[in-house]
């Protein structure tokens, strides 16, 4: 994100606009202004064994890898929810095995750069939409994903009901976000009431420290085409070592959780070795 991002968002918080309107606003900027600069966007994953691939985006292809593969996706259809500029879902179609992918985000940016930079990978397409009104029918996916993006919604509540509603019965929820402590009990709340079993839940906020510290040189890279003005602020976003956001991490005051949720009756669905 550049100036131009950071300038948009202090207009829109000013002007009091909704949450929704902020964020669609900030990642259709980011999307306009840096359109080749990363095709993920979230804080990554290290694990002590992990190999990472050679993508510069490796820490961040990990985290969706740590979050995916938790159950078996081969032959199955898949709804990623912020699917963002669509590499994380890519990454999940070439290696994970799913028959088919849909990717939705609130940008419609995001999606253009999403579509385009995706092109080649077959049984993959992406559309604007909005995590509180998915457009699909009840039961559809095996699988939902959702990568660093609830944290932007008006309600979590309102989207983990959609996400049980669109699952079949049975169907896996392959979910990963930062929360304050209070936001990841009302979380684990919200999950229960609409309909699901956490079958697994992981603190991995080690793990994101860690991918930060190993893609410090990339994310500075980033801040510093950002004018020097807007430096400070945009380090907290890019999650650089001096930043906030990485301080929150480390010092355990937001926490980096991944759950895998089974809508309805699926306790005998087994996860992934
Ligand atoms: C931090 S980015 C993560 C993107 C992607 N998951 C990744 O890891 O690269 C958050 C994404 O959530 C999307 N988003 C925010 N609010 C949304 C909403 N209400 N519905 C769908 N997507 C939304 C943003 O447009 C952005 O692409």
New binding site residues.
């Given amino acids: 994100m550049t100036d131009l991002v950071l300038g948009s968002l202090r207009t829109a918080l000013q002007a009091g606009f909704p949450k929704?309107l902020f964020?669609?606003l900030a990642?259709d900027r980011a999307a306009a202004e840096q359109p080749d600069a990363f095709s993920?966007?979230?804080y990554g994953y290290l694990g002590s064994d992990d190999a990472l691939t050679t993508s510069e985006e490796g820490v961040?292809q990990n985290l969706y890898h740590r979050v995916a593969s938790a159950v078996d996706l081969r032959g199955s259809l898949v709804l990623e929810?912020?699917?963002?500029?669509g590499?994380?879902l890519a990454y999940a179609m070439r290696r994970l095995g799913p028959r088919a992918a849909i990717g939705?985000?609130?940008?419609p940016r995001?999606v253009e750069l999403a579509r385009l930079r995706h092109r080649d990978v077959p049984g993959l397409s992406f559309f604007q939409?909005?995590?509180?009104a998915l457009v699909f029918g009840a039961g559809t996916f095996d699988a939902v994903l959702n990568?660093?993006?609830s944290h932007?919604?008006g309600s979590r509540a309102g989207f983990l009901r959609e996400v049980a509603r669109v699952l079949r019965p049975g169907g896996h929820f392959l979910f990963a976000d930062y929360f304050e402590p209070d936001a990841l009990t009302s979380t684990r709340a919200a999950l229960l009431e609409a309909g699901f079993t956490i079958a697994d839940e992981e603190d991995i906020t080690r793990g994101v420290v860690a991918a930060l510290e190993r893609d410090e040189l990339r994310r500075l890279s980033v801040v510093e085409r950002v004018p020097r003005p807007l430096q400070a602020t945009f380090r907290n976003f890019a999650g650089t070592t001096d930043g906030r956001t990485y301080r929150r991490f480390r010092d355990g005051s937001w926490r980096y959780v991944r759950f895998v949720a089974l809508r309805a009756d699926a306790s005998k669905i087994a996860l992934a070795e």
């Fill in positions: 929704k964020w669609r990642y993920l966007m979230n961040c929810v912020g699917s963002g500029r590499g994380g939705v985000d609130l940008s995001a939409g909005d995590a509180d990568v660093e993006s932007c919604y």
